[in-house]
C-alpha cells in the first residue's frame, strides 16, 4: 500500500491507472500555457522564424525524464520553458554586428539556441562545485542582493516588447490580461493553477468573435489567418535545428544562468516544503541541478528552449496531494506525444500579436515584481552601504546599457548585453565588498523565493 501522511499519496498506484492517467493529464494542462506561450513569444522576436511549438513540447517531455533520472526518480518535478531567457532570445534577434550582420532572424536563431547550451553546462560546474564544497558556501557568492535586481532587470528590459504587441489591437489584450488576473487571484482549484493558460483560451474565443465581425487591428490587418492550420499535417516530426555557437550569442544567453539557478534552489526548496521532503539533502540540490542544466543544453542543442523546474507543477501538488514524481513522467510523455502533432502547433502559430501582448503585460511585470520578492523575504538590508551600492550598480546596468557594449577580442568582436554587464558587475562587487553576511538555510521562506517561478504555494 501507499506511503499515506496527512492525506498525502506518495504511491500514486493505489488509485489505479485511469485516475493516475488523469492527475498526469492535470499536470500537462498546468504546465502547457506557460511552455507554448515562450516559442510564441520568441517567434514574436524572430519574425516568425523563432522556436517550434512541437520542439517545445518535445523537449519538455525528455527534458523532464532526463532530470527524473538524474534526481534518482525522487523529484516530482516538471520541467517546462523557461521566460528567464526572453531577453536573451530579443537581444540575439536584434545582433547585427559581427558575424550577425546581414544575418536573417532564422540564422541567428541557432545562436541563441548556442548561447543557452553553455548556460546549462554552467548548471554542471555548479552542481560539480557545491558537490565538493557544500551549497552554504557557494550561495554566499549568489545571495539574492545580486539575485533579486538581475530578475527585476530581467522583466524590466521586456517592457517595451510588451506594450508594442499590445498596441495591436488594445481591446484583445485587455482581455487576455484581466483574464489571466481575475483567473490568478479568485479562480478556483485547478483554475487557479493555469491562469495563463485560461488567459490565452478565454482571449482566443474573443479574437474569433472580432474577426467575424470584421474587427481588424490597429494596422488594417487581420486579427487571425487559419491558413497555416489547413496546410498543416495531424502527424509530422518537430522542426529540429543544429545549434550554433558565438561568444558575443554565449555572452548574451550564458550571465542568465545566474538567475535562473536560484530559481531552480527555490523551485526545489518549494517542492521540499509541499511534499514534507527534504530533496536539497537527498537526493541532493547537485543532482537536481545536474538533471535541469541537461535538460536544458540537449533542448538548446536540438532548437528548444531553456527547460525550468515549474512552479505551477508544485501548486498541483499541492491541490492534489498527490506526490509520487510517476505521475509527472506521465505528463512528460503526454508532452513528447503532442510534440508530433503539427497542426496544433499550427492553431498557435495563429495567435494574435494583441494576445501574446496582453500576456506578456502581466508576465514581463511580474518577473520584475518576482525580482521585489526576492529581495523582501529574504530580508536585504537595504541600510547597509554595501548592499545598495551593489543593486544600484546591477540596476543601471542592466538597464542602463540599452545597446550593450561591444569590443574586440582577438580579432573577434564581441558583445556584452546590458543583463551580462550588470550579473558580473552584480558578483564582483558581492565578492570585493565587505559585510557579506547572506546564509543560505537560515531563511527558508526566503529560500523558496529565490528564483522566477510564478508559484505561491508551500512558502511557509
Not at 547550451?117 to 565538493?132: E, H, P, Q, R, T
Request: with cysteine; net charge neutral; hydrophobic share 50%.
Amino acid at each position: 500500500m501507499a506511503n499515506q501522511e496527512q492525506g498525502a499519496i506518495r504511491d500514486a498506484k493505489q488509485l489505479g491507472m485511469g485516475k493516475m492517467a488523469v492527475l498526469g493529464l492535470q499536470h500537462m494542462f498546468a504546465m502547457f500555457g506557460a511552455t507554448i506561450l515562450v516559442p510564441i513569444l520568441v517567434n514574436g522576436y524572430f519574425k516568425g522564424e523563432g522556436l517550434s511549438v512541437q520542439v517545445t513540447l518535445f523537449f519538455a517531455g525528455v527534458g523532464t525524464l532526463i532530470f527524473h533520472l538524474c534526481s534518482k526518480f525522487k523529484v516530482p518535478a516538471f520541467l517546462g520553458s523557461s521566460f528567464a531567457f526572453l531577453g536573451g532570445f530579443a537581444t540575439v534577434a536584434e545582433l547585427n554586428t559581427g558575424r550577425f550582420a546581414g544575418m536573417s532572424y532564422g540564422e541567428k536563431l541557432p545562436y541563441a539556441c548556442g548561447g543557452i547550451v553553455v548556460a546549462g553546462l554552467l548548471y554542471l560546474v555548479l552542481a560539480l562545485i557545491i558537490k565538493l564544497v557544500g551549497v552554504k558556501k557557494v550561495m554566499r557568492f549568489l545571495p539574492p542582493v545580486v539575485t533579486g535586481p538581475i530578475i527585476i532587470c530581467i522583466g524590466l528590459s521586456l517592457a517595451p516588447s510588451a506594450v508594442s504587441n499590445a498596441s495591436a489591437c488594445w481591446p484583445l489584450a485587455l482581455i487576455a490580461l484581466v483574464t489571466v488576473m481575475v483567473f490568478n487571484l479568485w479562480g478556483k482549484g485547478m483554475f487557479r493553477i493555469i491562469p495563463i493558460l485560461m488567459g490565452v483560451v478565454i482571449s482566443y474565443i474573443f479574437a474569433l468573435i472580432f474577426s467575424a465581425a470584421g474587427i481588424t487591428n490597429a494596422d488594417g490587418s487581420a486579427v487571425l489567418n487559419f491558413a497555416p492550420i489547413a496546410n498543416a499535417g495531424w502527424v509530422g516530426f518537430p522542426d529540429f535545428i543544429i545549434a550554433k555557437f558565438d561568444i558575443s550569442a554565449i555572452l548574451v544567453m550564458a550571465p542568465i544562468a545566474i538567475a535562473t539557478m536560484m530559481e531552480h534552489v527555490g523551485d526545489i526548496s518549494a517542492i521540499s516544503a509541499t511534499t514534507g521532503e527534504n530533496f536539497i539533502a537527498d537526493p541532493g540540490l547537485h543532482r537536481t541541478l545536474l538533471g535541469d542544466g541537461l535538460a536544458t543544453s540537449i533542448a538548446a542543442l536540438f532548437g528548444g528552449p531553456a527547460n525550468t523546474t515549474y512552479g505551477e507543477n508544485t501548486g498541483v501538488l499541492e491541490l492534489s496531494k498527490v506526490y509520487d514524481p510517476s505521475v509527472i513522467r506521465l505528463a512528460a510523455v503526454y508532452a513528447i506525444v503532442l510534440g508530433f502533432i503539427p497542426k496544433l502547433s499550427q492553431v498557435f502559430g495563429t495567435m494574435p500579436t494583441a494576445i501574446i501582448g496582453g500576456i506578456s503585460f502581466i508576465l514581463y511585470g511580474m518577473i520584475s515584481a518576482i525580482g521585489v520578492r526576492n529581495v523582501v523575504e529574504n530580508k536585504v538590508d537595504f541600510t547597509k552601504s554595501r548592499n545598495l551600492i551593489i543593486a544600484a550598480v546591477i540596476l543601471v546596468c542592466g538597464l542602463g546599457f540599452s545597446d550593450g557594449l561591444s569590443f574586440t577580442l582577438g580579432g573577434t568582436q564581441i558583445t556584452l548585453t546590458a543583463l551580462a554587464i550588470a550579473a558580473i558587475a552584480g558578483v564582483l562587487l558581492n565578492i570585493i565588498l565587505p559585510g557579506n553576511d547572506y546564509q543560505f538555510g537560515e531563511n527558508h521562506k526566503g529560500d523558496i523565493n529565490r528564483g522566477l517561478s510564478m508559484n505561491t504555494n508551500g512558502e511557509d
